[in-house]
């Protein structure tokens, strides 16, 4: 089993800059192969952000390329997401998720969310 708390969200301007913390716990948090930040904006389906692997490979949606960094420090079992030129349309409630593989299925677990709302 895994816990997984998520901080940092807020209301930010046009422009401005948030940082997302999430910090894993449980008996399993050392099987984690990969953590994930998602988001879900009002009447939208939940969309892969960014991850980030255990080997620390990660990977960017198109639309946050360039803006968004995902990071992770192993010893506090804590992923962070750096989000700059944050854009209206980046407002949603972002979830932070982890994953767990076996060899014939995943196994995810998630956060409660955190909502980050850009406007001015």
């Known amino acids: 089993q895994v816990q997984l708390v998520e901080s940092g969200g807020g209301l930010v301007q046009p422009g401005g800059s948030l940082r997302l913390s999430c910090t894993a716990s449980?008996?399993?948090?050392?099987?984690?192969?990969?953590m994930a930040w998602y988001r879900q904006a009002p009447g939208t389906q939940r969309e892969l952000v960014a991850n980030?692997?255990?080997?620390?490979?990660?990977n960017y949606s198109d639309s946050v390329k360039g803006r968004f960094t995902i990071t992770r420090d192993k010893d506090k079992n804590t992923v962070f997401l750096q989000m700059n030129s944050l854009r209206p349309e980046d407002t949603a409630v972002y979830y932070c998720?982890?994953?767990?593989?076996?060899?014939?299925?995943?196994?995810?677990?998630w956060g409660q969310g955190t909502r980050v709302t850009v406007s001015s």
């Open positions: 980030i692997t255990s080997g620390d490979s990660t």
């Open positions: 998720a982890s994953e767990i593989h076996f060899s014939a299925h995943t196994t995810y677990y």
């Open positions: 449980g008996r399993s948090v050392k099987k984690i192969n990969v």
